[in-house]
């Protein structure tokens, strides 16, 4: 009989008969039945063209190992969700605890074995687990030790009781957040909950920047009143005022009131703006430099790690104060061109006085329009009075032109948006550089 552990499984190419990659593999499900007989694979989870995920059944595939995946290639792309008494391994099952039969405790379970049986289904035949309990047990196994055990020799602790959530964490930690929220989208409203708060500060709000609003609103919702600020936060200004208008009046004055002063008015100054203008989409901390700062200084600050790469591409100039609203607005140095002068040089010499900026009350489609025509990554936004407010970048644009539930989309539907409703579709010339 064939045996293959679930955690060698995943990340694995998925191939069809021809050897053609279809995707990569990425959960194995199970249908649990009960304490009498294992659980059986019914198939796997393979991540296909724009990170959609796809069940694909057991019966579909030819070859399981380390090595390679086969299937006869015939993928139904529906997007998978769980049904009745299944479960995802890697999803639902590991760092789940389990209790040991010989009365010795409990384990965390951190991987799984599956053998082929003699009628072709893969069943869960052994579990590798890493004991917790304190007891030790009729062998003088002692706490902290990893074991083999036997499917029969454990059981499930509860299926109630959730994988452990900063288990979960600690595994995905190099994980960029964009998929992180993907992750966290498939999973249950509870288990969902449980992860994120798991997830500190800084990566938190990272990963809710990169959820459906409902999503943002749910896990916001569960945190305590202190933590929901502080994550406010480290959150993109524009983001989080978008956050923050989801959630009723009452909250978000309350939320507002515990963030820092400088960071809640930035937050306010946004949600002024009425929806589809530059004001409302901005970045309201752009780089902002007076005349008389030196190349050396402007490249010191395109450096800092929490400088988005589109925000880096140009500095915007400015007679002090340099905090937004600034005083006059006097042009803009771009990036490349700041490669081109020796450190000492003054901004006020490179200066692109062409560049027309946007005003904070531009509509939407105004400034993508030039982004697109200049091929900008980032235009600089003032108000009436001349001074710099912020600045929209393309990805500031690109977010409120996609559907309101683009992240839960697939790129067909995406597409398929795109084409029903003129005018309101994806911008067709995506800037990717800056003159």
Do not use: C
């Not at 995943?10 to 009498?36: K, N, Y």
Request: proline share 6%.
């Amino acid at each position: 009989m064939s045996k293959i552990f679930v955690a060698r499984l995943l990340g694995q190419d998925v191939f069809d008969p021809l050897g053609d990659r279809l995707g990569r593999l990425r959960d194995v499900v199970v249908v649990d039945r009960g304490h009498i007989d294992p659980p059986v694979a019914s198939g796997i989870v393979v991540e296909v063209l724009g990170k959609k995920r796809v069940f694909v059944p057991m019966t579909r595939v030819t070859s399981l190992d380390s090595g390679q995946v086969i299937t006869t290639g015939l993928i139904n792309l529906r997007r998978f969700e769980r049904r009745g008494l299944e479960m995802t391994v890697a999803g639902d099952l590991f760092d789940r605890r389990v209790v040991l039969q010989d009365g010795s405790g409990s384990a965390v379970l951190q991987d799984v074995g599956l053998t082929r049986q003699r009628n072709g289904d893969w069943a869960v035949s052994d579990l590798y687990v890493r004991r917790v309990g304190a007891r030790r047990g009729a062998f003088g196994r002692s706490r902290g030790e990893h074991l083999l055990v036997g499917w029969e020799e454990s059981r499930w602790a509860g299926q109630e009781e959730p994988q452990g959530a900063a288990n979960f964490v600690a595994a995905h930690e190099d994980m960029k957040p964009a998929d992180l929220a993907d992750a966290l989208h498939e999973m249950t409203e509870k288990r969902r909950v449980e992860v994120a708060a798991e997830l500190h500060d800084e990566r938190l709000a990272d990963v809710l920047q990169e959820l459906p609003d409902d999503d943002q609103v749910l896990i916001l919702s569960n945190l305590n009143l202190d933590r929901a600020a502080d994550v406010l936060e480290e959150m993109d200004p524009d983001d989080a005022a978008d956050l923050l208008n989801e959630l009723p009046d009452s909250q978000q004055e309350l939320l507002l009131e515990l963030m820092e002063p400088d960071d809640a008015e930035d937050v306010r100054r946004l949600m002024e703006y009425e929806e589809n203008t530059a004001g409302a989409v901005m970045t309201p901390v752009p780089i902002i430099m007076s005349p008389e700062a030196t190349v050396a200084e402007a490249l010191a600050n395109i450096r800092q790690h929490d400088i988005s790469a589109a925000l880096a591409s140009l500095v915007i100039v400015a007679r002090p104060p340099l905090e937004t609203p600034t005083g006059r607005y006097l042009g803009v140095v771009h990036f490349q061109k700041l490669l081109r002068y020796p450190p000492p040089e003054l901004l006020g010499n490179l200066l692109d006085k062409e560049l027309e900026p946007v005003t904070d009350l531009t509509p939407l489609h105004t400034v993508t329009r030039e982004l697109a025509t200049y091929n900008l990554t980032s235009i600089p936004v003032i108000n009436d009075a001349q001074r710099v407010v912020g600045a929209v970048t393309v990805d500031d644009v690109l977010d409120h032109l996609l559907p309101d539930d683009w992240r839960t989309m697939d790129p067909e539907q995406i597409r398929t948006h795109d084409e029903s409703e003129p005018g309101t579709g994806i911008i067709t010339q995506i800037p990717t550089s800056s003159p």
